[in-house]
Each structure stands twice: as C-alpha cells, then as structure tokens.
C-alpha cells in the first residue's frame, strides 16, 4: 500500500496544499467581521484533511472498478436528486440541499457531477467504436444527461445544471464526436445564445413578468447587470459593483491581508463562498489572484499529462470531464466579477467554502490519482463489456446496410468483361481485355 501512495503525483497534492492555504487564510479574512461565520475557516481545515484522505483512498481504487458500475451509481445520484427536490431545503434561492442533521446538509447536485463524468466515460467504453454516431450515440448518452439536468433545474440551480451540459461537450469531444456533428451543435447553442441576448435585451419587461410568473424572478437580478445594467435593481447591481470595485482598488500588490476595505466593512455579499476571489484580489491585488490561476494551471496541466500517458480509453474520458467541469467552475466564478458572465452562485474550486463542493472536487482528484497508478494497464475485465446493438442502433445499422448496397449498386452499373478476339494470322488467340 505504501509503495502506491508514494506513486501518487506529488506536484498534484502540493498545488491542492497551496490552494488550502490560500483558502483558509482568503476564508478567515472574509468572515472575521460576522461572529456567526468565524469558524469557518477551521471548518475548511477539516474539509480538506477529509479531501485528502479521499484523494489517498479513492487513488488506491482501480478507477476501472468505478467505472464498471457507474450504472448502480448514476441511480443512486438520481434518487439523491428527487429526495433533494422533494424534501431539499432552501439554500440562496436553491433547494437542493438535504439536512443529516441540524448542522450538516449536503448538495447532491455537487455529488452528480462525478457521477456523470463516470457514466458518461461507462457509456462510451461499452460502445468501442471509432467515431460516435449520432442517433446510435450522441443522442442516447445527451437523454441520459438530460435527466438529472431537468431535476437541477427544477431545484433552481442553474449553476450547477449547466455544469452538467459543459461536461457533456467535454466528455464528447474526447469520446470522438465528429466533426460535423460537433459544428452542427456549436452552432445551435451559439444561435440560442445570441437569439437568448437579443430577446432578453430587447423583451426585457416581457422576459421579466414571465420569469415572475413562474418564480424565477431572481435570475433576472443576476442576468440584469450583465446583460442591460441600465435596467438592473439597485439591489441587483449591488453585488456585480461592489465586487468590481474592490477588485480594481486592489491594484497589483493588494491592499494586504485584512486590510480589504470593501470585504472587512461587509460590503461584498458572500466573501467566504461565490465572491471569495474578491478577498484574493483586493488584499492580495493582481499577483495574488495570477498566483491562483497559475496553479490552476499547472493543476490541470499535470491531468492532461497524466490523460495523454494512459494507455485505454476511460482514463482520458474521465479527466477531459473533471478539466471541463473544474475550467466551468473557474471561468464562471471569476468572469461574474469581471462583467464576462452572469451571476450563478457557482463557488471557486478548492478555494470557496463549502464541504460538498470541496469533498467531491477532491474525490474528483482521487480518480486522477487512480487514472496515473493503474492507466499503464491495458483495458481488462473491470471495464464494462460492450453492450448488445439496442432497438435504435439496430435499426441505423440497417439503414446504413441498404445505403451501402444501393451505392454498390450504382456503382457496379458498368463492369469489366474478359473478351477474346481471334487472330487471323495464326491459331492462337490474343486476349485482350475491354468493356
């Protein structure tokens, strides 16, 4: 067992150290000022020792084996979702939270996201084709996403639902999607985008009383500021300003540690959570929040290293989903506070509190620890079996077959025959060869 821990990426676990201590001192100076959130920051340490141990003991498990039976887990994860939108609590506009007890709850829709990358990596291996189709591939495995994206969105949680899509792309993009398939999406998604900008820019009052209608009234105040600020509610631009002012006053050095106006007189909602890179700009200034994407950077930088030595198809499957939804997770946070994207409450990876985000972003870690220990071996008996041709793949195929003979068809209209013509100069003949 020792000599596997020992083969554990060191430089992964040490840039996870340095977050940790990035967090916990960002955490205290975001809290200091409210005597009910003070021990948070104790809370993060032990957050993270859990993390740790879940990286060494998720790590140590052939990721083939979680693989093999992402089916039974994706069950589960669905029934987690319908007991939160059932019986969730509230949390920030969100109900997707389920108490343990009075002092412990947790987000299945955080959990859902490894197991979603798990599934999805199961259904690609069971099909061991080259491209993925797109009746036989593309759509089965988009229903399959589709499901607990409906279950999030019904808990008001945009965030985390859209976390759900961009590991979709993700997954498919490494799983072989083809080209044209890929063109034919992105350009469907960008259509709806701009088509959703322009409606909401021009319709906006009409896209507000809809939005009260059915109770989401609260996406307007963090679409507002981003989209037509004019039209925002001083509460709404409350946030977005205050946070885009504290950034700017940090400059390149920071104001220092504790020493944030704007964080330490509570100016800036939620500095322990959604608005925490607030703290690192304002008291750390542009050195402090580039030394935190720097180790972003060579956090994902060792993933793809280890995705490009595996030697089967799951391992890279599993990280290309783990980078998008990290890459999801940063650029979303930090953008909302440089005015590239909207409010969605979705927390800073390994930096924000949170014991869920955080516990599943380091088991998340623990399958890439896993992936570099057993991703040298050739694929085995732990991978799935490839699965039967279902009712629809079998109906493709013999589309395909019939296309493929009436191409044959037309293809053989003329022939070759072998013709002899005799010559008259002797008895024997010449072949010759003619249409």
Same mark, same amino acid.
């Given at each position: 067992?020792? $000599? ?10 040490? /840039? ?25 920051? /104790? ?5 993270? *020792?859990? !993390? ?15 693989? $093999? ?41 955080? +959990? ?5 990358? @798990? ?31 409906? +279950? ?29 398939? *890929? ?16 409606? #909401? ?14 109770? $989401? ?9 981003? @989209? ?17 002012? *504290? ?12 020493? !944030? ?21 304002e008291e750390f200034g542009f050195v402090g929040a580039s030394l935190l994407i720097l180790l972003y950077f ?9 995705? +490009?030595?595996?030697?089967? $198809? ?68 732990? +991978? ?13 195929? %013999? ?21 002899? #013509? ?12 003619? %249409?």
């Amino acid at each position: 067992m020792w $000599r596997m821990v020992k083969k554990l990426d060191g430089i992964i676990l040490f /840039v996870l150290l340095l977050l940790m201590v990035m967090s916990v001192f960002a955490i205290y100076s975001g809290t200091r000022f409210d005597p009910n959130l003070a021990s948070h920051h /104790v809370k993060t340490i032990y957050f993270y *020792a859990a !993390g740790f141990i879940a990286v060494i003991g998720i790590g140590l498990v052939n990721y083939k084996l979680y693989v $093999r039976y992402a089916f039974l887990l994706y069950g589960i994860g669905i029934i987690f979702l319908i007991l939160a939108n059932v019986l969730g609590s509230k949390v920030n506009n969100a109900n997707g939270w389920l108490k343990i007890s009075e002092s412990i709850s947790f987000q299945p829709a955080e +959990l859902f996201k490894m197991i979603l990358i @798990l599934f999805l990596a199961h259904l690609i291996v069971k099909r061991k084709r080259g491209d993925l189709g797109f009746w036989r591939d593309v759509v089965p495995i988009g229903c399959w996403t589709f499901i607990p994206f409906a +279950l999030v969105m019904a808990q008001n949680d945009l965030g985390n639902a859209l976390g759900y899509v961009i590991i979709l792309a993700a997954v498919l993009w490494i799983g072989n999607i083809k080209l044209k398939h *890929a063109l034919i999406g992105l350009t469907i998604i960008g259509a709806f985008f701009i088509g959703f900008i322009k409606a #909401y820019t021009f319709y906006h009052d009409e896209v507000f009383s809809f939005l009260e209608k059915i109770k $989401r009234e609260h996406w307007a105040e963090r679409i507002d500021p981003w @989209l037509v600020p004019e039209k925002a509610t001083a509460k709404a631009m409350w946030h977005t300003k205050n946070a885009g002012l *504290a950034i700017g006053s940090g400059g390149i050095m920071g104001k220092g540690f504790l020493e !944030g106006t704007s964080v330490q007189s509570g100016r800036v909602p939620y500095t322990y959570s959604d608005s925490i890179f607030v703290v690192i700009a304002e008291e750390f200034g542009f050195v402090g929040a580039s030394l935190l994407i720097l180790l972003y950077f060579i956090l994902i930088h060792r993933m793809v290293l280890i995705a +490009l030595e595996c030697k089967e $198809r799951a391992g890279p499957i599993i990280i290309v989903g783990i980078i998008g939804m990290l890459l999801y997770q940063v650029f979303e946070n930090i953008g909302a506070f440089l005015g590239l994207m909207p409010l969605t409450g979705i927390t800073l990876p390994f930096i924000s509190y949170g014991g869920t985000s955080l516990l599943i972003n380091m088991a998340c870690i623990g399958l890439v620890m896993s992936i570099k220990l057993y991703g040298d071996e050739d694929e085995d008996e732990l +991978l799935p079996e490839e699965q039967p041709p279902s009712f629809m793949q079998r109906i493709w195929d %013999l589309i395909k077959k019939r296309k493929e003979k009436r191409e044959q068809h037309h293809a053989a209209v003329f022939t070759l025959e072998e013709v002899t #013509y005799p010559v008259p100069q002797g008895n024997e003949s010449k072949r010759l060869t003619g %249409l």
